[in-house]
């Protein structure tokens, strides 16, 4: 740690050393600066990675990560000509006597046969870019991955990329790089999404209609991003049309789509709504008895109003708010010990999210935001004797804010501060009127996380780039809140509380924190080429703590505080890059190591729902991953596609001098979502500007099961006994998409457009094992049974339109 400390300011130094006669360039005072964002005409997306050439004089440059450039010329009369893979040339005539500003817009090349499959970065991105572990999804991309059952979905695009998992279908979340679910931060502009998915995880909150772009941080993650120690996946809305009004959306099995953008002040107030129901209640009509009283509806709503009123000031608001509903229609609610004859799962998650980008000057930009995320789920059982309801809640309120600043062509610094007040629910039960049940209400969870970060990019040469940065974050505990002390030298149970110590409101009984540096360097080894090394280290305040591998929505969440401490996640990556010299194929390969400090888990037998306290049912101890992810895509020509191939293991220890607090009798053993090998190959075929194939296939290694060893007799009773923790495997993962788009021909000009998408998911309907479980029986210590949650193909149609 202290290297890497003295590392940074090492390069700090050399940084001010060697920017300062290039921050004092000797200019003529009547320069002047020709800047403005470059955006994509149909989306509004800004373009990255533009060529802009002056013509009159010959001098290049290129936009920026958010579209944005800067060209400081000579007052005089310059053509510029934006070029840019994917979209037709652009030129463009100005007059420079003052400074201006210029939006661009460019229009998709439509004729162009050759698309990108997994990323609308330049062609050389790859290589040329400094960060380490880092994709970038468009929509366009996204809909050409076969769909389950009509639905594009954004998550599910992530598992074909390397690195990225899942412990099966339709379990909640995703695994990248040896994290669990909960530790990836998802944000739906600016705003954190504490539950990502649809029906219980099978698809996504994002609809993706609205949808920009995508963009996975799974191994350079920016300093300024904070509070989860795997991932970023940061999902951007697009920019409502300022131009003219349009409609959009479609028709499916699953759910059905309408979507209103346009002007409401031509080139200043623009405005956009989406929306997305699903009532699939009928479809139950027709499965076995056991299954007729199913429900399985979703809804989501998203709102963007943009206001321009000049080229210094944009004013940004985007809300989101989804509701699910799910009804199992019998179980046993076992973690309640509560008998139910039916079940049923409310959950919601709103967002709102306020921007403010402040066109300082030419070297200046402050990007300010004031962000709420609220998710809340409801558990409930409509039985009269045993009737109760099972609430729970998380409240994110954030204020932030962000400058850069560009005094080169050679430097790009960065920094910020971000205000986060937690507010944490975990669980409160609520009798029916005339139930048997008994009411519990957990105490609340309140806290600050305080962040602080700087960041400077900086292009040594023409070979060599880094980026540089060093975060600080802190969270304070506050009131009320109550904490036990427990005896020395004894495990923390309720038998070893020794006292109790209760804190008044707003009181901060608990702090904690430290420095997360950030380091990416990229070497260029010629043309096509590069080699990327990084490092980061992550922290992480608040985790959903659970003892089934896909947590429920339910799942309880739960903020660091005395007795859990933060996760802690270092890792370093290694990795080689490779394009041909036009960028037809590429490839990569990368190599990370991973360390987790104060990994969580739980201990044998623990009931986590309703628990007063967590330390007593939770185990903290060390972890490991490494691993290795190859990619090799071809770009250009009627067939395009890629294979990935990830080799990765999870290790965690759980070491006590206490016999209840080790598992595995404190050996390493397999993390829940542990998967070896996965490998993912996906091949489009476009013949035609108005047809195109895509077929997806996907293998990975069982997910880690623990299996009973043996079968105790008590009472004439026979009960399973369990030794080691996730020492046995469910079978391999295999399947097979296939789709066919049909879209009308771009270059008949019409007014109205719409496609039609066929897509079969599982195609040889192979039953793919969910879970392993055992009943036992009069012939045998225990039948084994597997638990498949596709298993046979699903067929689909979609229409999707706009005009």
């Known amino acids: 740690m202290r290297l890497l400390c003295v590392l940074l300011l090492s390069i700090c130094l050399l940084n001010e050393g060697k920017t300062q006669p290039v921050t004092k360039p000797k200019t003529s005072v009547n320069t002047f600066s020709a800047t403005g964002y470059v955006r994509d005409a149909k989306t509004g997306k800004p373009i990255q990675g533009v060529n802009i050439v002056v013509l009159n ?82 929509i366009r991309s996204i809909r050409r991955i076969p769909p389950l059952m009509g639905e594009i979905d954004i998550v599910r695009s992530l598992l074909l990329l390397p690195g990225v998992t899942t412990v099966g279908e339709g379990a909640p979340g995703f ?104 009532f699939n209640d009928f479809l139950f009509t027709l499965a076995p008895p056991n299954l007729k009283d199913t429900k399985a509806n979703f809804y989501d709503v998203t709102t963007k109003l943009k206001y321009q009123p000049n080229e210094k000031h944009t004013i940004t608001f985007t809300g989101y708010r989804s509701t699910d509903v ?13 008998n139910a004859s039916s079940t049923q799962f409310n959950y919601q998650t709103t967002t709102a999210s306020f921007r403010w980008n402040y066109f300082m000057s030419k070297t200046l930009n402050l990007a300010t935001a004031a962000v709420l995320s609220q998710y809340q789920a409801d558990l409930s059982s409509p039985d009269s004797a045993n009737a109760f309801n099972l609430k729970s809640a998380v409240w994110h309120r954030q204020l932030k804010t962000d400058l850069t600043f560009t005094p080169s062509e050679t430097h790009q610094w960065q920094a910020g501060l971000s205000f986060i007040d937690y507010y944490v629910q975990p669980n409160t039960r609520i009798p029916g009127p005339i139930s048997n049940v008994l009411p519990i209400d957990l105490a609340r969870e309140r806290a600050y996380e305080l962040a602080a970060y700087v960041q400077d990019e900086w292009k040594v040469n023409a070979n060599v780039a880094v980026i540089a940065g060093l975060r600080y974050s802190a969270l304070l505990n506050r009131g009320p809140a109550t904490v036990r002390s427990y005896s020395e030298n004894s495990p923390k149970q309720d038998e070893t509380v020794v006292s109790t110590k209760t804190y008044d409101a707003g009181k901060i009984y608990n702090s904690m924190g430290g420095l997360e540096p950030r380091l990416a360097i990229r070497w260029s080894l010629g043309e096509g080429q590069s080699v990327k090394a990084g490092y980061s280290r992550l922290r992480q305040y608040i985790q959903q703590v659970t003892n089934t591998t896909a947590a429920l929505p339910t799942s309880r969440w739960h903020l660091s505080d005395t007795y859990t401490k933060p996760v802690i996640a270092d890792q370093w990556a290694l990795g080689y890059f490779r394009n041909t010299a036009n960028n037809d194929i590429e490839a990569s390969g990368e190599v990370y190591y991973k360390t987790l400090t104060n990994a969580i888990d739980y201990r044998d037998g623990a009931e986590l729902q309703l628990a007063q306290t967590v330390e007593t049912q939770i185990v903290q101890g060390s972890g490991q ?34 016999a209840d607090e080790r598992v595995n009798n404190g050996n390493p053993y397999p993390a829940n979502y542990d998967k070896p090998h996965t490998m993912n190959i996906l091949a489009t075929y476009r013949p035609t500007t108005w047809f195109s194939l895509s077929l997806n296939f996907t293998y990975s290694t069982g997910r880690p099961t623990t299996q ?37 021909n771009p270059l008949k000009k019409k007014r109205n457009q719409s496609s039609w998408v066929f897509s079969v998911y599982n195609v040889y309907a192979h039953k793919n094992a969910y879970s392993i479980f055992y009943k036992l029986s009069p012939a045998s210590l225990a039948d084994a049974y597997k638990l498949s949650i596709f298993g046979t193909a699903f067929p689909s149609l979609t229409y999707n339109f706009k005009f």
């Open 57 to 138: 004089v010959s001098k290049g440059y290129v936009t920026a990560k958010d579209g944005f450039y800067v060209i400081q010329l000579q007052p005089g009369d310059y053509i510029l000509r934006f070029t840019h893979v994917g979209y037709r040339p652009r030129q463009d005539t100005i007059s420079l006597q003052k400074t201006l500003f210029r939006e661009i817009v460019m229009e998709d090349d439509s004729k162009d046969l050759e698309e990108v499959i997994v990323t609308s970065e330049a062609p050389d991105r790859n290589v040329k870019k400094v960060e380490i572990g880092v994709s970038q999804l468009t």
């Open 175 to 278: 695994n990248v790089r040896g994290g669990s679910a909960d530790q990836n931060l998802i944000l739906f502009d600016d705003a954190p999404v504490f539950n990502s998915s649809h029906l219980m995880g099978f698809f996504s909150v994002f609809n993706p209609d609205v949808v920009r772009d995508v963009t996975l941080n799974r191994g350079g993650v920016s300093p300024a991003f904070g509070g989860r120690a795997s991932s970023v996946l940061d999902v951007k809305i697009k920019e409502p049309d300022a131009q003219k009004w349009g409609v959009n959306g479609g028709i499916g099995i699953i759910s059905s789509r309408l979507g209103v953008e346009g002007p409401i002040i031509k080139n200043k107030l623009s405005f956009l709504a989406a929306a997305r129901v699903s």
């Open 326 to 338: 799910f009804k199992l229609a019998s179980d046993s609610l076992s973690g309640q010990e509560i």
């Open 625 to 658: 991953a490494y691993g290795f992810e190859g990619l090799f895509r071809k770009n250009k020509g009627r067939w395009t596609g890629f294979v990935s191939y990830t080799f990765a293991r999870t290790f965690l220890t759980m070491t006590s001098p206490y």
């Open 708 to 744: 009973p060893s043996a079968i105790a007799r008590i009472g004439g009773i026979r009960i399973p006994i369990y030794l080691d923790r996730n020492q046995q495997r469910v079978p391999d993962y295999h399947r097979l998409d296939f789709s066919m788009t049909f879209e009308q």
